[in-house]
């Protein structure tokens, strides 16, 4: 059974994000592990000396509280979506969420993180990086990222860039067993730029490697990478477009506000980030 890490801040951004983490564990045969991670509060322990344990039990207690208050909410999603029989576990944990997120998916054996982005919060570090533009920092399983304005839809088609590079081959084989259990189709894509270093042979070498997987090859020839991934999701109806964590600036582009939402309005579908060295 596998088993599916699902970071929340009980947010509306997380709990869109929910019903995806419901429909995954479904398809998976899956459970879910539900884990509301909340920051360390700096407490003064010379000024509170007397009641400083006091004072740190009243802050855990606030956090048990709504964590208490906002459970029943979910699983009212999930009964909702008639998918109340998805087994769930709660974990209740302090510290930073990239940490915690870390430290679960090690202690909880996890195959799969799903959690929502904005484009805007702290929670987007995870992603794409505060400052050092990392991505899915020293997560070892794949995440799938869903954005806000992404509603949960059946997936048909997966989208998965590639550079034909010999560590992208795990990538896909790993997206070709969940394209399998979904009953979708796999797209990948390779845009080929004018300084592109990939061969003919390489390329037919990867078609008669996978020429019995459900899988579709295609090739565009241009410079502007970022625009040319976006109209292969327009025009190929993309659903999930499977990002491999090596490629860090582009993945950083498209979780730019300013980008996506300017040049790609319509661009509200989730990622699939796979970590590879």
Same mark, same amino acid.
């Given at each position: 059974m596998k088993r599916i890490l699902f970071p929340t801040d009980f947010s509306a951004i997380a709990?869109?994000?929910?019903? *995806?983490? $419901?429909?995954f564990a479904k398809i998976l045969h899956g459970e879910l592990i539900i884990l509301h991670s909340y920051p360390a509060r700096p407490i &003064? &322990?010379?000024? =509170?000396? /007397?009641n400083f344990k006091t004072v740190y039990d009243t802050v855990e207690l606030t956090q048990f509280d709504?964590?208490? /208050? /906002?459970?029943?909410k979910l699983h009212a999603i999930a009964t909702a979506c008639n998918l109340d029989n998805i087994k769930m576990t *709660?974990? $209740?944990? /302090?510290?930073? $969420?990239v940490d915690n997120i870390k430290k679960s998916v090690e202690e909880d054996k996890i195959d799969f993180v799903v959690? #929502? +982005?904005? #484009?805007?919060?702290e929670w987007d570090a995870v992603f794409v990086g505060s400052n050092s533009g990392d991505v899915i920092i020293g997560i070892t399983v794949p995440v799938l990222c869903v954005p806000l304005d992404s509603k949960y839809k059946t997936i048909k088609t997966i989208g998965f860039t590639t550079r034909y590079r010999a560590k992208d081959k795990q990538a896909i084989q790993t997206v070709v067993n969940l394209a399998k259990h979904l009953n979708a189709k796999l797209k990948c894509l390779y845009v080929k730029t004018s300084n592109s270093d990939v061969s003919k042979e390489t390329i037919a070498e990867w078609e008669t490697e996978f020429e019995t997987q459900p899988i579709e090859f295609f090739i565009v020839e241009s410079d502007v990478i970022n625009e040319a991934v976006m109209d292969f999701i327009a025009f190929e109806n993309v659903d999930? $477009? +499977?990002m491999l964590t090596y490629k860090r600036g582009f993945f950083k582009g498209l =979780?730019?506000?300013?980008y996506t939402k300017m040049a790609h309005p319509e661009f509200h579908i989730p990622i699939l980030a796979i970590p590879i060295d």
């Open positions: 709990t869109n994000a929910f019903v *995806h983490a $419901l429909a &003064d &322990d010379q000024f =509170f000396a /007397e709504m964590f208490k /208050e /906002e459970v029943p *709660h974990r $209740l944990m /302090e510290g930073e $969420l959690m #929502g +982005t904005s #484009g805007i919060t999930v $477009l +499977t =979780f730019q506000p300013s």
